[in-house]
């Protein structure tokens, strides 16, 4: 067996996401379907990848990968994305087919994913071209406002308040980048660029309809902050269309690093705090390991 490294592209306004549901086209599907084909392999291949995106949410730079017998796979050696080119629906590319590095898994060895949403405030609305990946705000947006109070929010946190809670999940995760900049070919397109370790589900969009309230004047600066310290669900804020928002890149570590990187991401994670909180004569307790 081999296992393989895709990079992905993919227009999601007609995929109800990217797993694979039952009666549903999705991106992990199509791209299954397309590679048992290829390969001649039934069951399909399953495809490993480093971010599950919502429906009608779009992708640059997705990752993902499998695993094939290496005799399939050297029947077509170099040649692989070119025939998928031929297989595969216009609104989903494969770029690039590697052989993972030892230790590669795409979604537990990422050190990073990010994201782009795209927002229009120009009162008269999107350019026709762009309204699938472009969400229209009537209202104008202050990105000085916006900017501080996305800074509020960097660090590790638990950011139950900003997204969908799952059962047995943790919603613990690390903001390393939240800013937003106007365009320089378009004044009224509004980019804001959101990285963390991982994101938890709706956990994006969630932090883009916090600050559109604080841009357009509707809230104040702090807060997003104080929504974050509450640490539960706030129906206040609202949460982004999808349309608006693509996966851009996935960062990984070194060869040498990728086992040791998904051993680590694998751990259920505490707050730092909840540590330092412990007193002195009491040990802290073990972080519970889980997947």
Known sequence: MVRLRLDI????????????Q??????QGVIE???????????????????????GVHAHGQVAHLVVPVAAYSAING?????????????????????????FDARFSALSRRYVYRVCDNPVG?????????????????????????????GE????????KREGATTIRELLRYEWARDDRDPHLALATVEADAFC??????????????GDG?????????????????????????????LEEIRYPGDDSLAKRAQETRRVRTLNATAAAVAPEQPAPAPRQGP
């Open 218 to 246: 509707r809230r104040e600066v702090e807060w997003p902050a104080e929504v974050l310290a509450a640490r539960v669900r706030d129906s206040g804020v609202n949460v982004a269309p999808a349309h608006g928002l693509s």
């Open 157 to 164: 946190n638990d950011f139950a308040a900003y997204c969908r």
């Open 126 to 154: 999107v350019e026709p071209l762009r309204r699938h990946d472009v969400l229209w705000h009537p209202r104008p947006l202050n990105l000085d406002r916006m900017n501080d109070a996305a800074r509020r929010l960097v």
């Open 201 to 214: 589900h709706s956990m994006v969009r969630a932090l883009v309809g916090a600050m559109l309230m604080v």
């Open 79 to 103: 040649t692989m994305p070119r025939r998928l080119a031929g297989l595969l629906p216009p609104d989903v590319r494969v770029w690039r087919v590697s052989i993972a590095p030892e230790g």
């Open 9 to 20: 592209g993919y227009d999601g306004s007609d995929f109800a996401g990217w797993a694979r």
């Open 33 to 55: 379907d397309a590679l048992a084909r290829m390969l001649r392999l039934d069951p399909p291949p399953m495809l490993t990848v480093a971010g599950r995106t919502d429906a």
């Open 22 to 27: 039952p009666n549903q086209r999705t991106v």
